[in-house]
């Protein structure tokens, strides 16, 4: 069992991850499958949180938003002209929402922020998966906060890793043995009532540490 994790420089525009496609696209047969975590594109997690905070304060976000919109839809067109972009623009949809209310609510508290930044990992995993499944790839695409369990200090949460082994154990597991890529997010959690947090700038790494202990994986690259 291998887990890959790419972090943002790597999967910043459609060149980078056509190279991540091909790099995890060359590992179909590997004993226990394939995890791939990744992190938000180049960039995007500052912008989102940028985004979030000027919400909070009733700023026009709607440029912002927009060019957030062009950049990830444009990458998914370059990278996989075939692919269907229903995934790409229903994560789009719920982050233009989301931020949206907190123009609403008038406030962004450091909860709002965690949930705000998980639009990032997210988007990335939806373009990948997007692209392999345009290819005939057999892929899944897997919400890591169904397993990476967290405490609610936003912004950077602590892991349950007793609680996570067990989930990993669990969902994750089985859908490694069979035969798909399986797609996820590094740096994002939740709490056991579904709250979106986040391990802190750098969490991608961590969590594929997590991840690959959680799995029981041979190896991480």
């Known amino acids: ?16 991850l056509r190279k991540v496609a091909s790099i995890v696209s060359s590992h179909p047969a590997e004993p226990g499958g394939v995890l791939v975590v990744m ?22 976000i709607d440029a912002e938003l927009a ?23 229903h994560v789009l949809n719920e982050c233009k929402a989301y931020a949206r209310a907190l123009q609403v609510l008038g406030e962004c508290t450091a909860q709002s922020l965690d949930h705000m930044a998980s639009f990032g990992e997210r988007l990335s995993t939806t373009i990948l998966y997007s692209a392999l499944r345009s290819e005939n790839t057999a892929a899944i695409y897997f919400d890591v906060r169904n397993v990476m369990r967290t405490n609610d200090i936003f912004c950077s949460a602590t892991v349950n890793m007793h609680d996570t ?9 089985p859908l490694c043995a069979t035969d798909s890529i399986v797609i996820t997010q590094g740096f994002i959690g939740s709490t056991a009532d579904d709250r979106t947090t986040t391990l802190g700038r750098g969490g991608s790494d961590y969590t594929a540490a997590i991840l690959a202990e959680g799995i029981g994986a041979d190896t991480l690259e």
Do not use: W, Y
């Open 1 to 16: 069992m291998l887990v890959m994790k790419f972090g943002g420089t790597s999967v910043q525009d459609a060149s980078a």
């Open 39 to 60: 992190s938000a594109t180049s960039g995007t997690t500052n912008l989102l949180l940028s985004l979030a905070e000027r919400a909070g304060r009733g700023d026009d």
């Open 67 to 89: 060019g957030l919109a062009t950049r990830h839809t444009e990458i998914l067109a370059e990278l996989a002209p075939s692919a269907s972009h229903v995934d790409l623009i």
């Open 165 to 173: 082994r067990i989930l990993c154990q669990q969902q994750l597991a």
